[in-house]
């Protein structure tokens, strides 16, 4: 048999499979043979040709991301939530080449609370209530505050609309914010999580009740590739760390193909919102404003797949590689500081803020310096004041009279605020006062802030550059070849 013959014969006796265990199957049983060093990803980019190629014609369905079956057989099991193959736009356009469609993009949590709130309500309450808060405008002299729930709720509501708030944010015990919601309910409409009931109350569907029950289960996989979720997290896997401007050209780029936003502000935006779901769910990770994709995010990636990345579940290794090899090149740099003698490690200090669009950057003379090691002019908005910056080299945390110190020698040098840079960390009275009202801010940058500093501005590392080649399925389409 070929691979593709004895895929097919597999699928037909045992059903539906993830790639992997589909090929597995396939090699074990000694259906087919492989020279490829991963039969596997072969074996899924076989399939993949394959329904690009043929479509409907072709005998593979796609049931969810790495799981396929046959057309026909198995079609009753794709994941009904979110079926992007079976869903068109209103002019005609297969919503497969449309996915992203949802802008507010909320974080899970958030919306699992508010489908418990929902059921049992009408659709006309959920709606009145976000009308009437729309129509809550404050002016330039007069705003709106909206971050005391417990405060603006009674002020401000009435009737319905006061009880439907008032269940919100009770019942998510203050963590979902009724004036923030429309995001939340967008996403149900669109995939269809709630409908109205025979008393025209609002009633759980399937997809809904599956989403609510099952964290990380197949509607929210669906979910998660439908919103363009697993493509980011590919891109942040492949690009991390990085900040959002190294991941929006990645990201802008996947938008213009899937989805009906056009713009640089909608493309930044739902970069935002669906970075803020991936790190709620420990996906991702940010330190200082550099995300990362976490060991849960990674196995994440192996387990689903995505058919646009780089890795797309075929070189899954590569990821976990890099991830250990950045571990180990900052505990290596960590190292390099605490062992750097006290000379070195204050000029460091001055090229990283030279780096960071610091003016007059100067290292003090040894004595009399009253703590300060460094001093240099930043400019904040259109005024340049002057920072001072004390840098400890230490494996001890950082006392609240460092900081007493720091703050007591502004004067000397006419500068408005200050900077801690330290090796270790800071104690709890050291934070607390670090911003005390009344008093000259002192930034805090920890070792680990600092070794971010380092890396994303090129000091003491060097990025290389990889370049991997993988399979292009939409190459050997008919249209490609016109």
Known sequence: MTLREAAIYVLNERGPLHYQELTRAVLKGGLAESSSATPDASLNAMIAVDLKQKGKQSPFIRIKPGVFGLRGKHQGEVVAAVDVDSVSQPDGEDIADQRVRVPLFPVYSELRHLLRVWPGRSRKQITGLQSTIGELRGTPQKTVDWTEPSSWIPERLKGDDHELAEAIWTQSDGRVN??????????????????????????????GQDFLDHVGGDTEVALDEAEGLVKLLSIIADNGPARTGGLLEDWSEYLKRRSRFGTDSTFKDTLRRRLNNLRERDLIERRSNMYSVTQAGLEYLQRIGDEDSVGGGEHPEIWTLIRQQESTIRESLRELLLDMDPFTFEHLIKRLLEEMDYQNVEVTSPSGDGGVDVVADIELGITSVREVVQVKRHRRAIQRKDLDALRGSLYRFNAVRGTIITTSRFSKGTIDAAFATGTAPITLIDGDKLIDLLIEHGIGVRKRTVELLEVEPGDFSDEARE
């Open 178 to 207: 009724p004036r923030y919601t429309y995001g939340h309910w967008l996403l149900a409409q669109k995939y269809d999580f709630v409908e109205d009931g025979r008393d025209g109350r609002l009633i759980l569907t399937a997809s």
